[in-house]
């Protein structure tokens, strides 16, 4: 089998809903989506499109309210609380617009989180993360807090935490909305490099433009669901135009 | 987990040393406050556990409390001794004389008059001189409180003189026995000299003090005493705690020191509870970033309350060091002697501390629990 093309993420129909009644909004009406193992997959779409709660319902750490999704063949809103837990601890890792790195753990330790969080002793899961580090150009910044790093480098921290588990998906929302665009670049370029491989998929949410350039296929989200999907090869992808995409600097 | 927990906890410098400090202070105040108010109380009673020698008091049927004496008749202490099991039975006289110098100084003074035979219930714990020279005439043994009350800045000596009631007496002796609960000097003299020192009553028996015999149980004979002659009869146990029953019930001390011990529970509450909650509700988003990465909530909950339990524990050790210190600088002060931090004071504030960690971290539980990971895909 080629697990090039193998869907590790494939939603049907999908749609979530916020409150009830006359408040009701739906945020996802029926989302047909799908990201391939060995693939970096844009989720782009305007603000308030839907993308950070699909990949939300996607992570299991949101409830679909219709529809389907299922990560590895599996459908994990049919497991229980723990078992969706530990499946995302072993398989998901996470990249987020703000980092949330823990800001009174050096760069190695919230690197390492995700095998503490397993049960790995303290000085392996360190160890560990520092050599994912050093991969990412961190070596000179291992035992720095967030505090004391730069934009960049934080978020390089937080890619280290997203892959020190070798997980099968890695999700990212907004990874570079926070840095200058040669930042955003260098996190990309790192991104494409240390996250992509055969046995994961990557989907990265974002709406710089500026980055697009990095997609193996792109999924454009417009009002709860998909409106187009685009997949070649990575640099051949024709960059759309938001109203609210951030510019490209000139 | 566990390490992540602590560096969070000691990360933010700030809340940290506040938590601490609040649980430090509501410790000290707590153990402070409440072996104050033990001791205080305890010392309603201290002329009764000072008398060593006898088990049982008998006093009239009306008296609640030691300095509440109405005397008794010469013939009660007949009586008493004639009651089955009573191995001796001896008087005791309690009066409250001015003591004066000769330069003028003067203070009410407590004055015990013991039996003159056997001077039972003298002072064991002397500074200065012997008990037993209350044999001598005109002699008193005087506490070093009311020593130093009567003859301020001048060191310990025998063989100065006092007037009692136009009666001019040498101290023979300086005990050191506990400290009453008013300041005033406490003298031990014959029974037969005592009485002379007060305006002269009817009666001037106060108490009679008995010793039973062995293999009697003195609960036991206190009843028969009481059944046989009408008067009551208390063990020295008792009779204390009957002292302090009284005080807790006719004074405004329990209330006083209920007041400020309330007070440091609230403050410890509410304080501690609301810095504890401060700090969990500003860490929401990392708890979130944990949760999504795979943390389960019961892993969350112990992580939360190791939090509390360190800072709780930190805070706790600290306000005991500080409680004791406070004790052991007071104690050796006249007017404190005695005041010692009791382990029942402890036991309590810590069950007290862990009340109030068990409260704050339910509180910020509570967030953590229902928060959902998505929240840390919001910007």
């Keep these: ?250 | 987990m566990n390490f992540i927990a602590l560096k969070m906890l000691t990360g933010d410098r700030a809340k940290y040393l506040g938590l601490i400090f609040t649980i430090a202070f509501c410790t000290f105040l707590l153990e402070n406050q409440t072996s104050i108010f033990a001791g205080v109380l305890k010392r309603t009673g201290s002329q009764i556990a000072d008398v060593t020698d006898a088990e049982i008091w008998v006093m009239d049927p009306k008296t609640e409390y030691f300095e509440q004496t109405k005397a008794l008749k010469d013939t009660d202490l007949t009586r008493v001794r004639g009651v089955e099991g009573v191995q001796w039975a001896v008087r005791l006289f309690k009066g409250s004389p001015v003591a004066r110098t000769g330069d003028g100084k003067f203070a009410v003074s407590i004055c015990l008059g013991l039996d003159d035979g056997t001077l039972t219930g003298a002072p064991r714990k002397m500074l200065l001189g012997f008990w037993q020279r209350l044999r001598e005439p005109d002699s008193v043994v005087i506490d070093k409180a009311g020593y130093v009350l009567l003859f301020p800045g001048e060191p310990l000596e025998l063989g100065r003189t006092l007037e009692l009631n136009d009666h001019k007496v040498t101290i023979v002796g300086i005990s050191d026995p506990p400290a009453p609960f008013l300041s005033f000097p406490v003298m031990h003299t014959r029974y037969s000299e005592g009485v002379n020192f007060v305006g002269r009553e009817r009666t001037q028996l106060s108490y009679v003090l008995v010793k039973p015999q062995p293999g009697v149980k003195a609960e036991e004979l206190c009843r028969r005493i009481e059944a046989q002659t009408g008067l009551r009869a208390r063990t020295s146990e008792q009779f204390q705690w009957d002292c302090i029953r009284y005080y807790l019930k006719n004074t405004g001390i329990p209330v006083n020191f209920g007041i400020t011990i309330t007070i440091a529970v609230i403050v410890g509450v509410v304080v501690a509870g609301q810095t504890f909650y401060l700090f969990t509700v500003e860490n929401l988003k990392q708890f979130g970033a944990i949760k999504a990465i795979g943390v389960t909530n019961w892993r969350l909950i112990g992580m939360i309350l190791l939090q509390a339990f360190t800072v709780g524990l930190i805070g706790f050790s600290l306000g005991t060091g500080m409680a004791g210190q406070f004790f052991d600088f007071f104690s050796q002060k006249i007017a404190t002697r005695g005041l010692v931090l009791i382990w029942q004071s402890v036991a309590l504030t810590g069950a007290t501390i862990v009340f109030v960690m068990i409260f704050a971290s339910i509180l910020s539980l509570r967030r953590v629990l229902v928060l959902e990971p998505a929240v840390v895909f919001r910007g």
Excluded: W
């Excluded at chain 1, 996802?28 to 993308?51: I, M, Y």
């Excluded at chain 1, 990309?188 to 296929?217: C, G, K, S, W, Y």
């Excluded at chain 1, 759309?240 to 490209?248: K, L, S, V």
């Design chain 1, 1 to 250: 089998m080629d697990t090039t093309t193998t869907a590790a993420v494939r939603a049907r129909e999908l749609r979530k809903d916020f409150g009830e009644g006359p408040t009701r909004i739906e945020v996802l009406r029926g989302v047909d989506f799908e990201a391939l193992l060995g693939q970096l997959t844009f989720l782009v779409g305007p603000s308030g499109c839907g993308k950070t709660t699909l990949i939300s319902v996607i992570a299991g750490l949101l409830d679909s309210s219709g529809g389907e999704v299922r990560l590895f063949d599996q459908n994990i809103e049919r497991f229980s609380a723990t078992e969706r837990i530990l499946f995302r601890r072993k398989n998901l890792g996470f990249v987020y617009q703000q980092y949330n790195l823990l800001p009174a753990l050096t760069a190695a330790e919230n690197a390492a989180v995700p095998l503490l969080a397993a049960g790995v002793r303290r000085r392996a899961a360190v160890d560990l993360a520092k050599s994912v580090l050093l991969k990412l150009g961190m070596g000179n910044r291992l035992d720095t807090l967030p505090s004391k790093l730069s934009g960049g480098e934080q978020q390089r921290v937080a890619l280290a935490r997203a892959l020190v588990h070798e997980p099968r998906l890695i999700l990212c929302d907004e990874p570079t909305a926070a840095l200058d665009h040669a930042t955003g670049e260098s996190v990309m370029e790192l991104l494409a490099e240390n996250a992509v491989h055969p046995d994961r998929a990557v989907i990265v949410v974002t709406h710089d433009t500026r980055v697009f350039h990095h997609a193996d296929a792109i999924a454009h989200m417009d009002d709860g669901r998909i409106v187009k999907t685009e997949s070649r090869h990575r640099n051949e992808i024709e960059i759309p135009e938001f109203e609210d995409a951030i510019p490209m600097l000139a």
